[in-house]
C-alpha cells in the first residue's frame, strides 16, 4: 500500500521570504504521480503543482516549484516570494499510474503554513 | 466555465437519520470521486465513478454508505443510519479522462456533515 508523510504539522514565513514543506511517501510502483494542493479555509482544494514520476525534471508553476527525489521518495514544495494570500494547509499526494488503476490521490495529513505581514 | 459545486454546503442531522450529499461535476468529465475529510487529516478515498457504474468502492467504511451516479453526471452519496463518528468534510472530484488535464482531479468546495 501506498502511504504519503508530511513531517511538518505547521510552518510560518515572511511575507516575500522563500518556504520549503516536505513530503515523503511509500511505494513499489514505478510509474506514478504526485501533486501538492493548497486547502484555504474556504475548504476548496486548488491544485498548485503536479509531477510525473518518469519525468526527470522538477516541475515549476510561477512561483511554486518541487525537488523530486525518486530515489529517495521525497517530493518538497518551494514557495519563492511568499504572499498573504499563500496562507493555507498544503497536501501532498500520490496516485498511481498504473493501466486500469482507480487514479485515487492518497494525501498526507497536511501542512499548515503561515505567511506572516 | 463551472466548476464542481456540492449541495448542501452544510448539513447537521441527528444521529440514526439519514442523509443525501449531491456532487454536480465540470460538464464532460467522465470520472467522479467521493473523498472524507476528518477535522485535522487529509482526504481518504471513499469511492470512484467511470461514467455510471461504480469502479471501485473500496473506501466506503461500511454498508450504511453507498452513492450513485445514474447518469454519468450528478452524485448522490447517501448515509443511512449516520453515527456521530460520520461527522466529516465531504469533498468530490471530477477528472476529464483525455486532454491536457488528463488524470488531474477538480475539487467541489465540499459538503460539512455534523452528526448530532
Known amino acids: 500500500a501506498q502511504t504519503v508523510t508530511q513531517s511538518q504539522p505547521e510552518m510560518s514565513v515572511q511575507e516575500a521570504e522563500t518556504v520549503t514543506l516536505s513530503c515523503t511517501y511509500d511505494?513499489?510502483?514505478?510509474?506514478?504521480?504526485l501533486f501538492w494542493y493548497k486547502q484555504p479555509p474556504s475548504r476548496q482544494m486548488i491544485l498548485v503543482i503536479r509531477?510525473?514520476?518518469?519525468?526527470?525534471q522538477n516541475a515549476t508553476e510561477n512561483r511554486f516549484s518541487v525537488n523530486f527525489q525518486k530515489a529517495a521518495k521525497s517530493f518538497s514544495l518551494k514557495i519563492s516570494d511568499s504572499q498573504l494570500g499563500d496562507t493555507a494547509m498544503y497536501f501532498c499526494?500520490?496516485?498511481?499510474?498504473?493501466?486500469?488503476?482507480?487514479?485515487?490521490?492518497?494525501f498526507g495529513t497536511g501542512t499548515l503554513l503561515a505567511v506572516q505581514p | 466555465g463551472a466548476g464542481v459545486s456540492q449541495t448542501p454546503s452544510n448539513k447537521v442531522t441527528e444521529k440514526g437519520k439519514y442523509v443525501e450529499l449531491r456532487c454536480d461535476p465540470i460538464?464532460?468529465?467522465?470520472?467522479l470521486y467521493w473523498y472524507r475529510q476528518s477535522l485535522g487529516q487529509g482526504p481518504e478515498f471513499l469511492i470512484y465513478?467511470?461514467?455510471?457504474?461504480?469502479?471501485?468502492d473500496s473506501g466506503l467504511p461500511n454498508d450504511r454508505f453507498f452513492a450513485v451516479r445514474p447518469e454519468g453526471s450528478v452524485s448522490t452519496l447517501k448515509i443511512q443510519r449516520t453515527e456521530r463518528g460520520d461527522s466529516a468534510v465531504y469533498l468530490c472530484?471530477?477528472?476529464?479522462?483525455?486532454?491536457?488535464?488528463?488524470?488531474?482531479?477538480?475539487f467541489g468546495p465540499g459538503t460539512r456533515l455534523t452528526v448530532l
Open positions: 472530484a471530477s477528472s476529464p479522462m483525455s486532454g491536457m488535464h488528463y488524470n488531474e482531479q477538480f
Open positions: 511505494t513499489s510502483e514505478s510509474n506514478y504521480y
Open positions: 509531477q510525473e514520476a518518469y519525468k526527470q
Open positions: 499526494a500520490f496516485m498511481r499510474a498504473s493501466g486500469g488503476a482507480t487514479n485515487k490521490l492518497i
Open positions: 460538464s464532460g468529465h467522465t470520472a
Open positions: 465513478f467511470q461514467g455510471t457504474g461504480a469502479a471501485d
